[in-house]
């Protein structure tokens, strides 16, 4: 079985940094992805971590640690566009992707 | 490129009748993956092609739901004798075959609305 926990909302003001954590339970783990969806919109890409440690795609940073079945996705100077759910998401040995409920992070002025 | 292109964008129907939804993938990409998703909720995993063929299934998916692709490119999903709880927006997504490091596309879905 997969099992994922992500804080359910989080809150935070135009140009702060907010983490978002995400604890997973799967087997077959090969890594984690990372997804944005804008209300009514489509999920999109965010990063994809296989081995452990930081990467880096402008203002949004992710992290992995395997040992620790952990990641999180930080976000930097956070804008009002950020407003969104995020989601993370290990993918199976298909590429096919297991989604939790997801964070929805709400950015105030 | 124009991305993943499902239609319809919506569709209404009443209880009882079938829909259809077609999804068009981005063209080179040989992976097609359906979801569902409701309102306050994740993508919701229903079936896997790899190419033509039909790879994965999720047990949530009832035996209403049918999905082919036929060709290896465009897929379409159809739902039989539709249900009020049907009511959701379904997903379609393409990626390439590159293992797990294959980020998926997404269309903008079919919203459909059972009555």
Known sequence: GQSLEQPSEVTAVEGAIVQINCTYQTSGFYGLSWYQQHDGGAPTFLSYNALDGLEETGRFSSFLSRSDSYGYLLLQELQMKDSASYFCAPPSNTGKLIFGQGTTLQVKP | DTGVSQNPRHKITKRGQNVTFRCDP?????????????????????????????????????????????KGSFSTLEIQRTEQGDSAMYLCASSLDLGQNSPLHFGNGTRLTVT
């Open chain 2, 26 to 70: 981005i063209s080179e990409h040989n992976r097609l993956y359906w979801y569902r998703q409701t309102l306050g909720q994740g993508p919701e995993f229903l079936t896997y092609f790899q190419n033509e063929a039909q790879l994965e299934k999720s047990r949530l998916l009832s035996d209403r739901f049918s999905a082919e692709r036929p």
